[in-house]
């Protein structure tokens, strides 16, 4: 069973800087790529970033610049280091592990297979 858990979310100002860490049960090196996704108040769920296992990183044009995702191998851990944060970057976080990934968009994109619960990130501003 995958477990996934996501921690590291709060509040804000604009402008300040969160990290995000996702911690897995299972061995991450062995997943295609994880990712995290963010899903603001009465929006869908959209996917902000993603990597693979091959090194791939890919950045929804809203978070680039700003934000960087890593993953330690050694820590099973997924990270997501967020600066100049903005009030539109409010919503709640969720890390995704995922065996397939996809091109379009120029880019190439992370399929989830697992979620995590979610933290929340509150930007004021």
């Known amino acids: 069973q995958v477990q996934l858990v996501e921690s590291g979310g709060g509040s804000v100002q604009a402008g300040g800087s969160l990290r995000l860490s996702c911690a897995a049960s299972?061995?991450?090196?062995?997943?295609?790529?994880m990712g995290w996704f963010r899903q603001a108040p009465g929006a869908e769920r959209e996917e902000i970033t993603s990597?693979?296992?091959?090194?791939?990183?890919s950045y929804a044009d809203s978070v680039k610049g700003r934000f960087t995702i890593s993953q330690d191998n050694a820590e099973n851990t997924l990270y997501l280091q967020m600066n100049s944060l903005k009030p539109e970057d409010t919503g709640m976080y969720y890390c995704?592990?995922?065996?397939?990934?996809?091109?379009?968009?120029?880019?190439?994109?992370?399929?989830?297979?697992?979620w995590g619960q979610g933290t929340q990130v509150t930007v004021s501003s």
């Open positions: 995704a592990a995922g065996l397939r990934k996809a091109w379009y968009g120029g880019t190439w994109h992370c399929t989830p297979g697992y």
């Open positions: 299972g061995d991450i090196a062995s997943w295609h790529c």
């Open positions: 990597i693979g296992s091959d090194g791939w990183t």
